[in-house]
């Protein structure tokens, strides 16, 4: 496949890129170069392999959801270094 100077241009734009009119010539060479490359992986035959979804094969171990005791309002504020009524007081994060 070839790209033209035309495209690289837009690429570029897109992605933010700068460089010089030397420089775009050997860009679409190196570009042209990575789409034949991705190209040849369409004469693979994928049809008897599994899409990946992760390239992990670790699976996660769930567990069922359990009703437990929880902490009341008033238990978790006795701990608080600083509070407001019912509310924790923290520092300031925003200007």
């Known amino acids: 496949m070839n790209i033209d100077k ?3 241009k837009k690429i570029a734009h897109l992605a933010r890129l ?4 030397s420089s775009a010539e050997k860009i679409s060479q190196d570009m042209s ?4 490359w991705v ?8 049809d008897q392999i599994e899409p990946l979804t992760t390239m ?5 171990d769930m567990r069922e959801d359990q009703v437990g005791m929880h ?3 008033d238990a978790a504020l006795k701990n ?3 509070r407001d009524s019912k509310y ?8």
């Open 18 to 21: 700068e460089f010089d009119e």
């Open 88 to 95: 924790f007081r923290v520092p300031k994060v925003l200007e």
């Open 56 to 60: 992990s094969s670790e699976v996660n």
């Open 80 to 82: 608080a270094p600083k």
């Open 6 to 8: 035309d495209t690289i």
């Open 33 to 36: 170069q990575i789409l034949d």
């Open 71 to 73: 902490l009341s309002h």
């Open 39 to 46: 190209e040849k992986l369409n004469e693979l035959d994928t």
